[in-house]
């Protein structure tokens, strides 16, 4: 997928929230690559563990297991680092697909100096006075810094900052798809509704989204019902129904599948 980029305006926005927030935040691709910016600079405490060939590595590793995990799960996720500090990754979804990540971290959660950073090879005092420099957040303040985060990414997309390369047919394609997920969706249903051949419309969809007509139909509808499982008293039944899927069981696959866990353990487990 081709994406563009207002640098400017995802720079200003992304340093808005660094320094409203004080925590480290940085626009990942689709490709786990940060994009370069001027945002943020890592606290003292991570530029001085980034400085050992063992706290370099697995900074890296444990950056690149969050986001992919984010690319799995498709929602905002987040872990305790190596270092002791809070990561969260949330995804930026445009059209059921994903144009890349925001990065969280460097977030200090426990007062206690961590355990594995004490086995660094580096200077103890100097190590534990620039953990004691973080500020350190409740649990309540980290839930909210996401949920602001995830705020940013509407943000960012309602104002252009990040989208696909225009691609009229595809648009045109996503655009009834979302219209009438509900029903039964066909390409040759499609291609009579939007004035292209049926495979016009699976090359639009692969250039656009990098996926087929099925996956991507497939996974508006799996967007959709998310909101319905937090929010509406509907059963698992009434939701597979009601955004266009032929049965209760397959929904339930294409849920877990994408997940990793059931609807009805979804819509169970604690928001974050």
Known sequence: MHITYNLQKLEEALYDFYRVTGVSITYYGVDFKPLKQKATQP???????????RGASACSRSTNGLLRLCEKKREPVRHVCSAGLVDIAVPLLYAGNILGYLMLGQIRREEAFPAAAATLELDQAELRARYNELPCHDE???TSIMHIAVMLTKYILLENMIRPRANNAAEAVAAFVEAHLSEQLTARRIARHVHLSESGIYKA???????????????????????LLRESGLSVEEIATAVGFSSAAYYSRCFKRQKGLSPLQYRKAPQE
């Open 140 to 142: 309540e303040t980290i």
């Open 205 to 227: 969809i692969h250039t656009a989204f990098g996926c087929t007509l099925g996956e991507f139909i497939t996974a508006r509808r799996l967007e959709r019902s998310l909101p």
């Open 43 to 53: 606290a003292r405490y991570c530029s001085l563990i980034g400085t050992t060939a």
